[in-house]
């Protein structure tokens, strides 16, 4: 019996201890401040929009990297076949 309360009181102070140590998130939001009164807006990180575009330069297959962001190439043109 003694050995049942000691795993029940170990149990719970483990599953407590778990609670507590859950990180909590909250959302940033930038103000700015205008003519017209103060506007506050969301703040949200935001990645550029990086692919593949691909074209045939007599009758050879290129691939380069592209920013869809910035609409810029990232580095050179590589032959595929």
């Known amino acids: 019996m003694k050995k049942n309360k000691l795993f029940f009181r170990t149990a719970a102070f483990v599953l407590s201890a778990q609670i507590l140590s859950v990180p909590f998130f909250c959302q940033a939001t930038a103000v700015s401040s205008e003519s017209s009164g103060n506007v506050i807006e969301s703040s949200i990180a935001r990645s550029d929009e990086i ?16 920013n869809f962001t910035t609409g810029e190439e990232i580095g050179d043109w590589i032959l595929v076949g």
């Open 51 to 66: 692919g593949w575009i691909y074209e045939t330069r007599n009758g050879k297959l290129y691939k380069c990297l592209f």
